[in-house]
């Protein structure tokens, strides 16, 4: 592990005066990178600190890690950084969000737990809920709506459903609400 570099990408800091991030987000973060041909790199910081060393005790011990932008400057009114950087680094935020609530999901399934959700959307097919990230389609069929009801009016409120179907391959996730009644 070296320094940072303008324009080589994201740089995952290892260890700096106050703390020495989790090795397990390292790899995972190295890793997702590579995956997603996001420009990442080690490095250990030659000073300084960030508020990483006070998280880093949170609740007898809390998985940390400092992303950071390469910077020329810093600290002055007239910070540079590259566009290269910034983009790699919401990638691989972008990315590590998505993965994490892909498993959290993927969880509930498996113990096939009910979901609570806000309705965001209607169609004239039926409900489409989010899970963080995630959309959840619920048919109309499955959605224990009478026929004479306007599917509208759901639209804002909170739905308990169960998921029924989900093929990670295709993205499809069909969620069910009558499956809760019956």
Known sequence: PGIQELGKGVALRIKDMGTLM????IDYLMKLGKEYNIPVYKYVAQG?????AELQYGNGG????TISLPQRYLHSPLGV???KDLIAAADLIERFLLKIDQKEFESKVNN???FKSVVS???EKGLIVNFNTIKIFIPLSLSDINRNEDPH?????EVRFKIIEY???TNRIIGSIKQLAD
């Open 22 to 25: 989790d090795p397990k987000l």
């Open 48 to 52: 300084g600190g960030t508020d990483a």
């Open 62 to 65: 809390t998985a940390t890690i």
């Open 81 to 83: 950084c590259s566009m």
């Open 112 to 114: 096939e737990s009910i």
């Open 121 to 123: 959307e209607v169609n």
């Open 153 to 157: 009016t759901y639209k804002g409120k």
């Open 167 to 169: 093929n990670p391959k």
